[in-house]
């Protein structure tokens, strides 16, 4: 009986290849100093990201939005869960964004928590943060890592009518493990169709999505899942590995190596997907600046400007090429 229990009460051992670097460069502190000084957090230090001080020293930084609690229990995740009772500072955008426009960074992350609990599900404190950002800032970009909404067109659309750089929502994992992973009121098909929506109503905003590994999914199923983003022409994802955030969270089943990584990046960008990043610390904000992410959102914007816009595989390979020189 009390093996039974100390074997449920521990964390699988994690192999060698996960292990995250110590914070460092002149950016990253810099940003640190400002962050203290503005009396702004952000999800990359209260989530301690393994890449934060990566990410920071290429100017990128991840913020959360509408307080630390979450309506939603997602199994996966180690955000707080309740009800926050539709409490919010309606000037959280304004203040947010000010901040955020006086900060060295060449890209942002907006994200949030679910707040089934608000009238609009909080579409419109996203909206007014990006507006807000863009108003003061314009050549910063903007992505925002959002909720569901429920499925919502009506919400969606208030977020992509700010027009962030880059709208990204999670896939999460694959159909298969969603009702174990996810609460309830999220779901496979219905994160399908908010990228899907995204595309349909502005078709020059880029769409990201990510996929945990290491959840006892198998190949086939992750492939099923590619093909169905591909489908619903996301342009970027990621894939990072599950690590159990505490002990009452789901064990890990599997630490998938940095090969297989590597080889999901490889199948991803052969499946058409302009940009991949693909590790055991990547997380979904990872290195969102990246030049070619950054690239590839410059160019639509152009394209937009111009009244036209290249099909894929021709944006693909121009992206590319613009790399290499």
């Known amino acids: 009986m009390q093996d039974q229990k100390t074997k449920t009460s521990t964390r699988t051992p994690k192999p060698e290849w996960i292990k995250a670097r110590a914070p460092s460069g002149e950016k990253y502190f810099e940003i ?30 991840t913020f959360m939005l509408m307080g630390e609690v979450c309506t939603r229990g997602c199994r996966f995740c180690s955000v707080k869960t309740g009800n926050p009772k539709g409490k919010i500072d309606p000037d959280e955008p304004e203040k947010v964004g000010h901040a955020i426009a006086q900060m060295n960074l060449d890209y942002v992350v907006i994200t949030s928590v679910d707040r089934d609990d608000l009238p609009d599900e909080g579409s419109g404190h996203f909206a007014r943060t990006v507006a807000t950002i863009k108003k003061n800032k314009p050549e910063l970009l903007v992505e925002v890592l959002t909720p569901d909404f429920k499925g919502s067109e009506e919400f969606i659309a ?39 929506f995204v595309k349909k109503h502005d078709p020059s905003r880029c769409t990201k999505t990510s996929i945990m590994l290491g959840l006892g999914e198998t190949d086939e199923e992750v492939l099923a899942t590619l093909r169905d983003l591909r489908a619903v022409d996301c342009d970027v994802v990621t894939f990072g590995q599950y690590l159990q955030p505490t002990k009452t969270k789901l064990k890990v089943e599997e630490f998938v190596t940095p090969e297989k990584f590597k080889w999901w990046q490889t199948t991803a960008e052969e499946m058409g997907f302009l940009y991949v990043a693909s590790g055991p ?45």
């Not at 640190?32 to 209260?46: F, G, P, R």
């Not at 298969?176 to 994160?191: C, E, M």
């Open 281 to 325: 610390l990547v997380r979904s904000s990872y290195r969102a600046g990246e030049f070619y992410i950054r690239g590839m959102v410059e160019r639509r914007q152009k394209m937009a400007l111009l009244g036209s816009r290249s099909n894929e595989s021709l944006e693909q390979q121009t992206i590319k090429q613009e790399v290499e020189i």
């Open 32 to 61: 640190k100093s400002l962050l203290k000084s503005l009396n702004l957090a952000t999800v990359c230090q209260e989530a301690m990201c393994p890449n934060m001080g990566e990410c920071w020293s290429g100017g990128t930084a």
């Open 158 to 196: 208030k977020i992509i009518d700010a027009k962030p750089d880059v709208f990204a929502h999670n896939v999460e994992t694959v159909e298969r493990l969603q009702k174990r992973i996810r609460d309830p009121r999220a779901g496979y098909a219905q994160s399908l169709n908010v990228l899907k």
